[in-house]
């Protein structure tokens, strides 16, 4: 009977403890880590978009900048190529015209080299002779001319690659600089005091930025 009485008591307990149900407190401490913005370096962003073009808007991750980028050198460099060319076959044509004075002087070769690559009535060495010299200026123009745009395609791919570089050191100054959208006006009366006479109720206007 003793170990009966024994046996249910202990069933009991067990019972008790296995529906007690223990609450333990949540940890109450929370602790907020704030993502650490990275800061960039104008110094090495210059240095990189001055090593090779883009690097600089890459290292800023600025990506959405390359195909600006890119699209610029890739467009000046095909009006170079384009000007480069076309100075190449003015050049040679006036410095083969310019071993003459006179169509009569000229070999056959260099008259049907001469209307084979311009193909131009006006300009045709056998039908219009007495153009000559009108046809050796328009040679040499044509030879200045895209020379100077050669050039200047130059410069604008060096103009180009220096703002890629200014670009990428203004990004990486600006990078740490704390831009805010929340942009609020404060109304609230302020008293004010003028000289002797009695205070006056002003109102004052605050702006966070």
Known sequence: MKGFLAVIILSVVCFSLEAQEINVPKDSLKVSVSPQKKVLSPKKASIYAALFPGLGQIYNG?????????????????????????????????????????????????????????????????????????????????????????????????ALHVLSIIDASVDANLSDFDINDNLSMHIEPMPMNFGKGPNVIGMSVAFNF
């Open 62 to 158: 600025k990506y959405w900048k390359l195909p600006i980028v890119y699209g610029g050198y890739v467009g000046i460099i095909y009006v170079l190529g384009w000007n480069q060319n076309n100075y190449n076959d003015y050049f040679d044509a006036y410095r083969t015209i310019s071993k003459y004075s006179t169509v009569d002087q000229m070999s056959k070769a260099d008259k049907d080299y001469l209307n084979e690559m311009f193909k131009i009535p006006y300009w045709d060495m056998n039908s219009n002779p007495a153009h000559f010299d009108s046809f050796k200026t328009q040679l040499k123009s044509g030879k200045d001319y895209y020379r100077k745009n050669r050039d200047l395609s130059i410069i604008a791919i060096a």
